[in-house]
């Protein structure tokens, strides 16, 4: 029942934003690449926002440019010091991939807004939460970050080379993300994505296309509650109904996983070498 995934999804935020232990008692797993920038100011909300850059082993003795990964909850993704209930490690997996495949790329975390997270990574009404900021929080990304990021490092900037991705929440933004900016992202890993948040994202997808050659990731755990797997489904079953490419779009059940880092992190390294193949 809905009751039960709300309950749940927010007890996940409160333990992901707030915790009940101090990051002082998790020493930090960050790597030596991956690096904390200056805030940036979000235009419209009156807010600033800490960056987390994670760059390529290679970086440095080299001068190529490379893909860009955007994600979100960027205090989640590389480190356990900012992360008291557990980290994604994608620096440890790209780190690895690099070493093993030669796989490299740029991730660039976004950090999670706190006691506004749940309103910048929704962009519709919530009944509870009224107003969605995401929209604002979007402009943000694209606007301001993206031109940012592109201006100090070597980055390949067009869609081609350009991702974003999330859970939960940060899910269902890069849904919204890639269906309103196509011409900004052309890949989006969507994990564990709160559509029972924003039931407004169906409709959403019904009247917004995108373009044929994108690449969608999806995941959801089976043990994430009663309505996640279902609604997961139903948007991507409009999707198949407006025809879009059976072979850009990827669907991932893993029937016991729950909803927290852990099963993203196993599931990381999969979508990314999906969603970027042929890239490199």
């Known amino acids: 029942m809905k009751s039960s995934i709300f309950s749940k999804a ?3 935020v409160l333990l992901a934003v707030f915790g009940t232990a101090s990051a002082e008692e998790h020493p930090s797993t960050a790597q030596a690449n991956v690096h904390v920038l200056a805030p940036l100011r979000m235009p419209g909300l009156d ?3 800490t960056l987390r850059i994670y760059l390529p ?4 003795q080299s001068e190529r440019r490379y893909p860009v990964l955007y994600m979100h909850d960027g205090q989640n993704l590389f480190d356990a010091a900012t992360a008291p209930y557990g980290e994604w490690g994608v620096d440890e997996i790209l780190n690895e991939l690099a ?3 030669q796989f490299e790329l740029i991730v660039v975390g976004i950090d999670h807004g706190q006691e506004k997270r749940m309103q910048e990574l929704n962009a519709w009404e919530n009944e509870k939460y009224g107003k969605g900021d995401g929209r604002e929080y979007m402009r943000f990304v694209v606007d301001v970050v993206k031109p940012y990021i592109d201006a100090h490092y070597r980055t390949q900037p067009d869609r081609a080379h350009t991702a974003i991705m999330g859970s939960s929440m940060g899910g269902l933004i890069s849904h919204y993300a890639i269906f309103e900016y196509p011409d900004v992202f052309g ?3 969507i994990f564990s994505p709160s559509y ?3 039931p407004a994202a169906t409709e959403f ?3 917004h296309a995108l373009p044929r050659d994108a690449r969608l990731y999806f995941y959801v755990g089976g043990a994430e509650g009663d309505t996640m797997l279902p609604d997961m489904r139903a948007i991507v079953a409009i999707m198949k109904a407006r025809g879009f490419p059976q072979r850009n779009l990827r669907v991932e059940v893993n ?3 729950k909803h927290n880092e852990k099963a993203w992190n196993a599931e990381f390294s999969r979508a990314i070498e999906w969603l970027f193949d042929g890239v490199h």
Do not use: S, V
């Open 10 to 12: 927010c007890c996940f």
């Open 47 to 49: 807010r600033e926002r």
């Open 57 to 60: 082993p290679g970086y440095e």
């Open 99 to 101: 070493r093993t495949k």
């Open 187 to 189: 890949m989006a890993g």
């Open 196 to 198: 029972w948040f924003a």
């Open 205 to 207: 997808t019904r009247t």
């Open 255 to 257: 029937a016991r996983a």
